[in-house]
């Protein structure tokens, strides 16, 4: 599971469990429409805190791969900017989407 | 097997102790309140190895069967009239969870005026809710109408209500076979479910359902219904083979020649069954069919037996108001696509424990024997 | 590897349809940060009946049944039952509610659990109103605070009901208050009432923006100021008595600079601000009255 998640697709109710019951996550749900502003982290600014990845509602923020850095993911950050506030040293700012 | 003198309320609770339920939730009311305490004493000396939540209301009782159920357990409880319309939004619940709870439900009259005496419109209430219902007419038939619940609510997933009269049933005594242990453990397997809370394998049940789905998750708890039809008669001739016992959808007696069949459920079935024999004396050609299994409604059943007789009769120990008998209801629909169907006479009598005694039944069969013209309400024995 | 805070195993799948800035989506995905997958939450109508997505899918990552309104508790009691009968004790069998669902509908089911003692842990996210449907007031509303119930020019006019107080009164081995801006705070209590057993009670506060009428960015601004204004203290109950405060501002900041971000108290005059700040420090002090006298209670029995 994760990113790459493929949607359920239910052809007729034969396809259906007797109860509604999950059987995918909501990985499938790409949310990034839902963003006005884009938060973009400065690295070298960035101190490493891990305050962003903490308070993300989503979570949206992960540690990327091979460094361990704090990354967005803009497949499903909605753009609560909740990391450039909290951001103690100012390292996130803010593009407006579709610039 | 031994054979025991006890009331149906501990019928039900023989049942469930015999089916090895796991977990019990319960909230005590007249005229229920023996079940519970009969099980109390069993889960606490240890006869039955199940939780017994005690709650504080019989909602929070549906709930906890429903969160047992969800989660593996073979869950039972017990109410009656007030507490079962308590339960009303949780019975919606456990059906469109796909619940296998078995529940008594002692048939005692609405209030106000406060009554603790017997009446079906608390169950009937509950037709729409999905819950399969049984209603039985002697102590025997409810100890083994519970276990035979959990043996086809198993399979179908689906609820089921077993229902006996207040005080006619529920306290009183009637020589009961209480069936050996191994002898139910070979018929009823545990509990098992695929569809259940597990870390090991995590889903969400019953998250928010756009229309795209909702209809066909409702057609699936319908057919599951149908299947019922079929699985109720099936596993009557299971539990016969055992038991030496068969219980159907439904009851006929001496219906075949019958010219005129009244319609009942319950003692009242018992009772009309005495009337019935004593018309044939007679000379008077006259037959009963007793309904056992009201949801699933058994129509092909029905349809087969009364399409045939001149006359129906239904008698009803409840009333919609503004509609009349609940059954009434039912038997005309089932009639209504039958070609030069029999009249029916739809009486309504015995409400909040009025006595229905064999007089009266046959006072019935004698008055209709005088109309032509099928009724769709006639009170009997009102003070008018 | 990053020294985290916080435990980094991640239960909560982003792609959920919680609002920006949701507070109740944050403390979810907290509280299964501290709980693990051996979980199984029942969630009653409240926003997370939504948050979780669509039929067929789910955002927890631990199962999860939807239950009625009031039924948080009730359900769970049974799933707590069936737990013991079947051997897994081992599962965190966790109700999931709302405030409205808890300080209200729910609180019948809630008495009666934890006056049994049932093995559960009771989560409310308080947001501090039905905002499922559309921010009514709920009980857990706010002295002032403004909702589509209470209407600008009639506002609430009681103060916010002490569901904390009323859990402590049923004895519960341990009841206690948190934030989502205090985060270890959260999960470290989330933790320590999991390995616990009976039944145990947390409510977080969860700012919540559309409901608020606040900014999304501010959730966590708003969430730590309701405990350094003393809105909002954190602290704990063990067994009904012993009281423990867990974050204590050597002073209070005053109440304004909590209230005058949320359009939900714009319209409060100076004397409704004056009257709010006496209440805060009035219960401030009996709290820290409370703390202590729980310290002499060894002495006096």
Known sequence: MGKEEKKIIFKSVNDLPPMAMSLGTMWVNKTASWRNLRPIIDYDKCIDCMICWKYCPEPAIYLRDPDERVAIDYDYCKGCLICVEECPVDAIYTEEEGK | MKRMAIVGNHALSYGALLSRVQVIAAYPI??????????????????????????????????????????????????????????????????????????????????????????????????????????????????????????????????????????????????????????????????????????????????????????????????AHEEALQLIEKEGREFEKLFGRYYGLVDPYRVDDADTILVAVSTAASTARYA????????????????????????????????????????????????????????????????NHPPVFSYIMGLGGRDITTKNIMELFEEVEKMEEGKDIIWKGVKI | MRKLTIPREEYMTPGHLACQGCGGALAMRLALKALGKKTIL?????????????????????????????????????????????????????????????????????????????NILYIVYDNEAYMNTGIQRSSATPYKAWTTTTPYKFPKARPKKDIIGILAAHKIPYAA?????????????????????????????????????????????????????????????????????????????????????????????????????????????????REEFSKQIEKIV
């Open chain 2, 30 to 223: 007249t005229p229920q309140t023996q079940v519970v305490e009969l099980l109390s004493e069993m889960c606490a000396d240890g006869t039955l190895k199940a939780e017994f939540v005690k709650v504080e209301s019989e909602h929070s009782a549906m709930a906890a069967v429903m969160g047992a159920s969800a989660s593996g357990a073979r869950a039972f409880t017990a109410t009656s009239s007030q507490g079962l319309a308590l339960m009303h939004e949780v019975l919606h619940w456990v059906t469109g969870a796909r619940l296998p709870v078995v529940m008594g439900n002692i048939n005692r009259a609405f209030g106000p005026p406060w009554s603790i005496w017997t009446e079906q419109t608390d169950s009937l209430s509950q037709r729409d809710t999905g819950w399969m219902q049984i209603y039985a007419q002697d102590n025997q038939e409810v100890l083994d109408s519970v276990i035979l619940a959990y043996k086809v609510s198993e399979q179908v997933l689906l609820p089921t209500m077993v229902v006996l009269d207040a005080f006619f049933l529920s306290h009183t005594s009637e020589p009961v076979e209480i069936p050996d242990q191994e002898m139910v453990d070979e018929f009823l397997p545990p509990y098992e479910n695929k569809y259940i809370l597990n870390p090991d394998d995590p889903h969400a049940f019953g998250g928010l359902t756009n229309p795209e789905w909702y209809m066909e998750l409702r057609y699936k708890i319908h057919k």
């Open chain 3, 177 to 289: 208050t948190a934030t989502v801006a205090y985060a270890e705070d959260f999960v470290k209590k989330v933790k320590k009432a999991a390995s616990m057993r009976g039944f145990r009670f947390i409510q977080v506060l969860s700012p919540c923006p559309p409901g608020w009428k606040t900014p999304p960015e501010i959730t966590i601004k708003l969430a730590r100021l309701a405990v350094q204004t003393g809105v909002f203290p954190l602290y704990e109950v063990e067994n009904g008595e012993k009281y423990k405060i867990n974050i204590k501002p050597k002073k209070l900041k005053p109440v304004i600079e909590y209230l005058k971000l949320q359009g939900r108290f714009r319209h409060l005059t100076q004397e409704d601000v004056d009257e709010i700040q006496r209440m805060v420090e009035r219960n401030w002090k009996v709290l820290l009255a």
């Open chain 2, 276 to 339: 019935v024999d004593l018309l044939r004396e007679r000379g008077k050609k006259v037959g009963l069919l007793r309904i056992r299994v009201f949801r699933p409604f058994p129509y092909e059943r029905v349809k087969e037996i009364l399409s045939g007789a001149k006359k129906v009769i239904v008698l009803d120990r409840n009333l919609s108001p503004g509609a009349g008998g609940i059954i009434a209801s039912e038997v005309r629909g089932a009639l209504a696509n039958v070609k």
């Open chain 3, 42 to 118: 029942s969630i009653p109508a409240c926003c997370w009946s939504v948050i979780d997505g669509p039929f067929p899918y789910s955002a927890a990552g631990v199962p999860i049944f939807h239950a009625p309104f009031e039924t948080a508790a009730s359900t769970s009691a049974g799933v707590a039952a069936a737990m013991k009968i079947l051997g897994k004790e081992d599962v965190n069998v966790v109700a999931w509610a709302g405030d409205g669902g808890t300080f209200d509908i729910g609180i019948q089911a809630i008495s009666g659990a934890a006056e049994r003692g049932d």
